[in-house]
C-alpha cells in the first residue's frame, strides 16, 4: 500500500518559540513513522522550520501565480524553492473565500509550482449550501477541471485535498462514508485525464483529529490528511501520523 501522507497546515498561527517547541516534537515522534509527514507553515518561518524538521517535508500555504517582479508582497515559486519547500498548498477555501481565487488562478498557480518543481496540494471543496443544493460533485469537478486543465501533462505529480468548507475549523468532520464518495469521483476524474491516476495522493481534511482521523483514513481512496487545528497541537497531530502509519503495513 503506498504511504499515507500527513500534512499539517498551521494557517496563519505560529510564533518563533511556539513552532521551535512544535516542530521539534513532531520531528521527534516521526523519525520511523511509516507516512509522510509534512508542515506547511507561514512564508516568514520557512527558514526556521527548515533547519527543524527532521524528516518531515517542509510546506507553504500559497505562492504567487507570476514568476517574478513588481508583485509587492507575492512569495514566487523559486523563493520557496530556495528555502527548501516541497509542498504548497494552492486554492484552500480561505484563499477562494477571503481572497476572491478563481479557479483560474488557482491553475495558475498549480502550474507555476509544478514548473520550479514544488507539489501542489490542490484544495476543492463545497459550501454547506452547495451540498445542500446536491451541487457537491459539480462543485469539486469544476474545481479539479480547472487545475487538469492547465496542467493536464504533469497532473500525476500533483496532491488534491478534498476540503468540505463547512467541515474547516467547525468540529464537524464529514463521516468516512461522505468522503470516500466525494474521493472517489476525484479518482475517477483523474483517471479520465491520466493513466497514473492512482499515485496522485487525495487527502481529506476537515476537522480531522486524534480521535477520527483512523476511520477516516482506513477509506480506500483516502491518501492522508490536511490538518488544520490538530496539526499545531503536537501529541494530536503525532497521533494521526501515528494512525496513518499503521494502515501503511
Ligand atoms: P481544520 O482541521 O482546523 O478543520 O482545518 C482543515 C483545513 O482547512 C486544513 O487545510
Known amino acids: ?54 524528516t ?57 509550482a509544478l514548473a520550479a518543481g514544488l507539489v501542489p496540494i ?17 462543485v469539486v469537478k469544476r474545481q479539479l477541471a480547472a487545475v487538469i486543465h492547465l496542467n493536464g501533462h504533469c497532473i500525476s505529480e500533483i496532491v488534491v485535498a478534498y476540503e468540505p468548507v463547512w467541515a474547516i475549523g467547525t468540529g464537524r468532520t464529514a463521516t468516512p462514508e461522505q468522503a470516500q464518495a466525494v474521493h472517489a469521483v476525484l479518482r475517477a476524474q483523474l483517471q479520465a485525464a491520466t493513466p497514473r491516476a492512482d499515485r496522485v495522493k487525495l487527502l481529506y481534511g476537515g476537522s480531522m483529529n486524534a480521535a477520527n482521523a483512523a476511520e477516516l483514513l482506513a477509506q480506500p481512496d483516502i491518501d ?16 494521526i501520523v501515528a494512525a496513518a502509519s499503521a494502515l501503511a503495513v
Not at 514568476?67 to 484563499?95: N, Q
Not at 488544520?228 to 497531530?237: M, W, Y
Request: a negative charge.
Open 224 to 239: 492522508g490528511g490536511l490538518i488544520g487545528g490538530a496539526s499545531l497541537k503536537a501529541p494530536d497531530f503525532l497521533t
Open 122 to 138: 490542490v484544495c476543492v471543496g463545497e459550501t454547506l449550501a452547495q451540498r445542500e443544493a446536491g451541487e457537491t460533485e459539480l
Open 1 to 54: 500500500m503506498k504511504k499515507k501522507l500527513i500534512a499539517g497546515n498551521w494557517k496563519m498561527n505560529g510564533s518563533l518559540a511556539a513552532n521551535d517547541a512544535l516542530v521539534r516534537a513532531v520531528a521527534a515522534g516521526v523519525a520511523d513513522a511509516a507516512a509522510e509527514v509534512a508542515v506547511c507553515v507561514p512564508a516568514p518561518y520557512l527558514a526556521q522550520v527548515a533547519a527543524l524538521r527532521g
Open 56 to 112: 518531515v517535508a517542509l510546506g507553504a500555504q500559497d505562492l504567487s501565480a507570476h514568476e517574478s517582479g513588481a508583485y509587492t508582497g507575492e512569495v514566487s515559486a523559486g523563493m520557496l524553492r530556495d528555502l527548501g519547500v516541497h509542498y504548497v498548498i494552492v486554492g484552500h477555501s480561505e484563499r477562494r473565500q477571503y481572497h476572491a481565487e478563481s479557479d483560474e488562478l488557482v491553475a495558475r498557480k498549480a502550474q507555476r
